[in-house]
């Protein structure tokens, strides 16, 4: 999968918890966040990058 399609996914799922009114929200959109930054890294393993890294 393309790198650059789950960083802005990972960073809009970011603002998305940020920006939500509601407890359910926020969580949902955080999960959602850590959910792609776990594949980042997965990507990262695979593609032999020694030292994965997702800021958030």
């Known amino acids: 999968m393309d790198l ?10 970011l ?3 940020a920006a939500a009114i509601g407890s359910e929200a926020r969580c949902a959109h955080g999960q959602l966040a850590r ?6 890294v997965r990507e990262q393993v695979e593609g032999g990058v020694s030292a994965p890294f997702v800021a958030a």
């Open 15 to 17: 603002m998305m918890a």
């Open 35 to 40: 959910r792609y930054a776990a594949r980042i």
């Open 4 to 13: 650059n399609y789950l960083f802005h996914r990972h960073q809009v799922s």
